[in-house]
Each structure stands twice: as structure tokens, then as C-alpha cells.
């Protein structure tokens, strides 16, 4: 059963199960994105960066928190969009071979008329060692349970 915006509380959190990030993961994400910056891709030249080793894509990272976000939100029956994000930071860097799995905190809803409400969560990318890789502001818009 889908949750509508009736069912969101300030202060609520959430946690998703993981999801390890792998080599194929990069090579795809360069492919479909074009991003080829030889940080992700190339191995000999990575080493002699500041990070000392290939690191994930920071868009590629915020996609897959959206995937995992959405396994957990039980709102795809009253999802209406997504409605914005703010105040997105990488904090991080992300590996292969890195886990990450993300924590949502709702800190707003908002009636956005009859029909459907605005909410308003702070979300956590964290990694296999509880450090937060990614945060940001993201809204979405849903439906209300007693929408006209």
C-alpha cells in the first residue's frame, strides 16, 4: 500500500539496504553519460591524484540514491513528481567496492492545494563505514488520500 502525504511525519527517518558500487557500474554510467574525466576511468592516471584510486562518478552516485530511495518510499501509486532538490554536496568520495545505502529524515510537508502535499526530506548517502558521502534537500509532490 502506497503512503500518502497524510502518512508523513517531520522527524520521520528511513533507511535503505545497500547497494555496492562495481566497476560495471562506472564504465555504464560513462558510457550512457559521456562523462569519460580519466578520474573514473583511468586507473594509472587516478593513482596520482589527490584520491589515489579510481572514484565513482558523483552524478552516478546521486542516481543511484534515487533508485534506492524509491525501493523504499512505498509511494509509486501516489507519487505526482519529483519536485526539486537543494543544497546538494559530495562529501565523499565513493570507490568500487564501496557500499552505499541512503537515509531519508522528513523535515517539511507542506499543502500544495487540494490533492496533493509537498515533502521535503534530508537525504544521506553513507558508506560501509557510516560516513556520509552524499547529502541533499529533495521534494517530492504527492497525492492526498482524500484527493478530489
Do not use: C, W
Not at 34 to 49: C, K, M, P, V, W
Not at 76 to 98: C, E, M, N, S
Request: charge should be neutral.
Amino acid at each position: 500500500m502506497s503512503h500518502y502525504f497524510e502518512d508523513f511525519t517531520v522527524g520521520a527517518t528511513a533507511l535503505s539496504r545497500g547497494r555496492t558500487i562495481t566497476e560495471a557500474d562506472i564504465v555504464a554510467f560513462a558510457g550512457l553519460s559521456g562523462d569519460f574525466i580519466e578520474l573514473h576511468t583511468n586507473e594509472e592516471y587516478a593513482r596520482q591524484s589527490f584520491f589515489g584510486r579510481r572514484i565513482a562518478h558523483g552524478a552516478l552516485i546521486f542516481s543511484i540514491s534515487t533508485g534506492l530511495a524509491s525501493q523504499m518510499s512505498n509511494i509509486h501509486d501516489t507519487v505526482i513528481a519529483f519536485y526539486g532538490i537543494d543544497k546538494l554536496r559530495f562529501t565523499r568520495p565513493v570507490f568500487i567496492g564501496d557500499t552505499v545505502r541512503v537515509q531519508k529524515k522528513v523535515i517539511e510537508t507542506q499543502e500544495k492545494g487540494p490533492g496533493r502535499g509537498l515533502v521535503t526530506f534530508e537525504t544521506s548517502v553513507l558508506n560501509q563505514k557510516d560516513e556520509q558521502v552524499l547529502v541533499y534537500l529533495d521534494k517530492l509532490l504527492i497525492k492526498r488520500r482524500n484527493a478530489p
